[in-house]
């Protein structure tokens, strides 16, 4: 074969790539036109803070108008709060957010408001929930405080972000404490402005409160003011609101909420016309309190049955349960898939019959808001309603009735050992709630209703001789003389050692008129002045047809979920959410113990700890339950800070290394092993993280 001399190869190679390019190829024919610029505007103006990697590419590849204008119409759609209805509320909010930082954080010098870092803020997080100003505090740049509370379940429940004003006239600009430090926020007027220098001369000037926010962001990391030690944390906090639009969490939910909307053709944000709530705060046998519900469709007819080639029925349906705290922050997200075959003869017993679902939330005592979300596959339906629940907690020696349970029937658990993980489970009793949280009864039978009675925890023994004095009333609302009173005595050596009595009532409802009527349980101690109460409301029907009751299935993998710490970690976020921070972790140390895989126990640990600066508690954790891929990088950053301030500085680089090797775009962690490297005097080492991490979070 004969070889073609060097020179003359570089020369064919030079034609044939100008032959090549001179051509028109299929790829120069399908080249995408230039966006015009209203579409151009809408991806990089205004929704350039939200709109996820995947959306963005997506959106891109699309070749018409038509095409680009129902992109945009489902990209809202998603983010609506009420899907389907005629408003979207958070488009709506949304162009307000950026409607009021142009005009409140735009100016001529500066450009438009929504590109400044203040507007970016409040266009992606909104409004916070105060502010602070500084605008003439004595040494002082002028300086603006945000400061959130639950913005998104994908950031911190609770932060600050400090803007401040690098030269006179120019855009305030965020401020990091790690890149900037306390110096930067100063005026070097009187002293040489150290770090430390600048802390106090904060604090003499602002209070220590802007001392302490010059070094962390984060409300529960502890900090010394006396030592000027700025906090790494607060620039992942601050790379994930510049970045929040390509946040793990974000990004998962937003395709999850596509996911949703392809495979379900209507989806209803309902107030109850197609679904019954019923909840109940119950105390199980270990005196933990819990929230057991039903989900209940209102006719059987909103279900949807497949019938199969063998004759069998079929049906499939999803249960998604949110739990938010009071300052609806999301604190877990419960779902469960329901699909299964009925043979003929139990199709024709319940054909007739609404469907319903039970189950229940391990809640700490405490104030929730609670989405209810129930999918039927089949029809491509999905119904949503939310609700506001309380659990009460006991103060001093007062009794608590936290609900009336009306039900159909009653029988012994079948398996006591289950009875704390089976909805409506009292006393070793199962009860099969109403359909509807109004039971509808006829006046040919009676009203059955259980209920508990909690107090604190005694020895039975010490009760023997009390009694507990209980009056029952049913009576129509502004009807004089149609009340019905009742009155019994009940031993309180009944009451178990965890707290709390089991009871339950049937009462005739023979001769009563058709109508609404109410239902009053009032107990008190026979040796004591104090009362508890409950209401319940009824309506008596004269023709028992009116009232069908439900075929319910229970929650399904409930053991598992026992068994695999998943009832402990929700346990443990609601603890934390009400703020009983030391009783969470020993929920969530369980959690984690029975599944390494648990991140949501894990970071809820790891801040904890870290809260309380108990850094080998955090090493013993990490020694214990490592991490995963999935590990979020303010728990992989905390986790590094306190090996190597316990002394484990090798185990904290090579935590840190392996986790920017899985994600090298992660300028956060890149700014975590360079104050590793820092810390321990490699400067060189430390310039080159962070160098690269600046790069990577587009930091001058």
């Not at 519900?293 to 949807?304: G, H, T, V």
């Not at 299964?340 to 679902?357: A, E, N, S, V």
């Not at 079948?414 to 709630?433: H, I, K, N, W, Y």
């Amino acid at each position: 074969m004969n070889r073609i001399p060097a020179g003359c190869w570089r020369f064919c190679c030079a034609l044939f790539l100008l032959a090549l390019f001179a051509l028109p190829s299929a790829g120069a024919a399908q080249k995408k036109e230039k966006l015009a610029k209203n579409y151009r505007d809408w991806l990089e103006h205004e929704v350039v803070y939200i709109i996820t990697k995947d959306e963005r590419e997506n959106f891109l590849k699309l070749t018409t108008d038509e095409a680009r204008e129902k992109f945009i119409e489902q990209f809202w759609e998603v983010r609506n709060p009420d899907p389907g209805a005629a408003t979207n509320k958070f488009r709506e909010e949304f162009y307000k957010r950026i409607a009021f930082a142009n005009a409140r954080f735009g100016s001529e010098a500066n450009g438009d408001g929504w590109s400044t870092d203040r507007g970016r803020t409040y266009i992606t997080l909104g409004e916070p929930k105060s502010k602070q100003i500084y605008r003439a505090a004595a040494n002082l740049r002028p300086i603006e405080v945000w400061f959130y509370s639950g913005p998104s379940p994908a950031l911190p429940p609770f932060f600050y972000i400090l803007f401040y004003q690098r030269e006179i006239g120019g855009p305030y600009r965020f401020y990091s404490p790690y890149i900037d430090g306390p110096d930067k926020l100063t005026t070097p007027m009187e002293s040489i402005n150290t770090p430390n220098s600048a802390v106090k001369m904060i604090q003499d000037s602002a209070g220590p409160e802007l001392a302490r926010i010059s070094l962390t962001l984060l409300p529960d990391e502890p900090v010394d003011i006396n030592n000027g030690k700025p906090s790494l944390q607060s620039d992942i906090l601050l790379s994930s609101v510049r970045g929040f639009r390509n946040l793990p969490a974000y990004r998962e939910e937003i395709q999850a909420r596509y996911q949703l909307k392809e495979h379900v053709s209507t989806r209803l944000l309902l107030s109850g016309s197609n679904l019954d709530v019923f909840t109940l705060p119950v105390k199980d046998s270990r005196g933990l309190t819990r929230l057991d519900f039903a989900i209940r469709m209102k006719n059987a007819s909103d279900l949807s049955m497949n019938k199969e080639p063998d004759g069998r029925y079929s049906y499939s349906v999803e249960v998604r349960v949110r739990v938010f705290s009071a300052e609806n922050k999301l604190l877990f997200t419960e779902e469960k898939k329901v699909s299964t075959t009925l043979d003929q003869g139990r199709f024709d017993r319940i054909k007739d019959r609404p469907f319903g679902y039970l189950g229940l939330l391990p809640l700490a005592p405490g104030k929730y808001r609670i989405s209810f979300e129930l999918t039927d596959w089949y029809r491509k339906t999905s119904y949503e309603t939310s609700r506001e629940i309380g659990i009460p907690s006991l103060r001093g020696e007062e009794l608590v009735v936290p609900g009336i349970l009306p039900f159909v029937s009653a029988e012994e658990d079948a398996d006591p050992e289950l009875r704390d993980l089976t909805p409506f489970s009292m006393g070793g009793v199962q009860f099969t709630p109403f359909a509807s949280g109004v039971p509808a009864v006829s006046t040919s039978s009676p009203l059955q209703f259980a209920y508990q009675v909690w107090s604190l925890p005694k020895d039975p023994r010490s009760l023997i001789g009390k009694k507990l004095l209980v009056d029952y009333g049913l009576g129509r609302p502004a009807v004089p003389g149609s009340a019905m009173g009742l009155h019994e005595e009940l031993g309180m050596e009944q009451f178990d050692p965890n707290g709390f009595l089991v009871s339950g009532k049937k009462l005739t409802l023979e001769g009563k008129p058709s109508g609404n009527y109410v239902l009053t349980l009032t107990t008190q101690r026979a040796d004591a002045e104090g009362k508890a109460f409950a209401t319940l409301h009824v309506r008596i029907l004269e023709d028992a047809d009116e009232s069908k009751p439900s075929w319910d299935v229970d929650e399904p993998d409930i053991l598992k979920d026992f068994q695999t710490g998943v009832l402990d970690q929700q346990r443990g976020l609601s603890l934390i959410a009400q703020g009983q921070k030391d009783e969470a972790r020993k929920w969530l140390v369980r959690a984690l113990a029975l599944d390494h895989q648990n991140e949501g126990a894990r970071a809820a640990l790891v801040d904890a700890y870290f809260a309380r600066n108990d850094l080998s508690a955090i090493k013993s954790l990490y020694a214990d339950a490592g991490v995963t891929t999935n590990t979020d990088s303010l728990t992989l950053a905390r986790i590094a800070t306190s090996l190597q301030r316990v002394g484990d500085a090798t185990e904290a680089y090579d935590l840190l290394d392996k986790a920017i090797a899985a994600r090298p775009g992660d300028g956060a962690l890149c700014l975590a092993l360079a104050d590793l490297y820092k810390e321990a005097g490699n400067l060189q080492k430390a310039g080159e993280w962070e160098k690269r991490g600046k790069g990577e979070l587009g930091i001058n």
